[in-house]
């Protein structure tokens, strides 16, 4: 099998990573992995004292298990498991996806005129061997006014995102600055993953 034969599996049901994939030219199947196997979901909830670092890493590292779990109970072709989680983080606590729209406003309330860390974790698992990696981007929001912010609730973009917000779309009227990785705060670093991927053997472009 040459390089360029070869795929991955992408633990994720996530479409903002699938593009992210197919823009650096990896070939991918998904595994859904609550839907195909409830039994190789993943605890995403973090544990006592936990840190937001210590967090992402953990919660991909486990889902990328879980894909292998998957394929070996399959027994379907072994190719290597990417997997990936993302956080907020502001203050040190840990800021997930908000469960509807009175949350979503909250915290994007808390994120106005200030600067946030958004977080991704990156693992890829084969055959017991598993790497991991970890993204740090710092992002400025501008203050945001409490009708603008309803009105971006209002829209549903918020949802099922971390920090409430999605980079690539209506929010970026939002975002003063960047520091780090645009493709990290959508959900996948680019750079780090291809980083893991060629680690496996697994070309990228």
Do not use: W
Not at 150 to 179: L, M, W
Request: glycine share 8%.
């Amino acid at each position: 099998m040459t390089l360029h034969d070869q795929r991955i599996y992408l633990a994720s049901a996530s479409p903002r990573r699938r593009e992210l994939l197919k823009q650096i030219g990896v070939h991918f199947e998904v595994l859904l992995l609550r839907v195909q196997h409830p039994r190789c979901d993943v605890n995403e909830a973090p544990l006592a004292g936990e840190r937001p670092e210590d967090y992402v890493v953990r919660v991909a590292r486990a889902k990328a298990e879980a894909g292998c779990m998957h394929l070996h109970e399959r027994r379907l072709p072994r190719f290597p498991v990417l997997a990936a989680d993302t956080t907020v983080t502001v203050d040190g606590d840990i800021i997930g996806k908000p469960s509807g729209r009175e949350e979503a406003e909250d915290i994007l309330q808390r994120l106005s005129g200030r600067t946030h860390q958004v977080m991704t974790g990156i693992a890829v698992a084969l055959e017991g061997r598993i790497e991991s990696t970890l993204c740090i981007s710092h992002v400025e929001f501008r203050k945001l006014d409490p009708e603008e912010i309803r009105r971006y609730a209002a829209t549903g973009e918020p949802h099922d995102k971390a920090g409430a917000y999605a980079i690539q779309g209506r929010a970026a009227v939002f975002i003063t600055c960047i520091e780090g990785s645009y493709s990290g705060v959508m959900g996948l670093p680019l750079f780090e993953t291809a980083q893991l991927l060629q680690r496996f053997n697994v070309a990228v472009l």
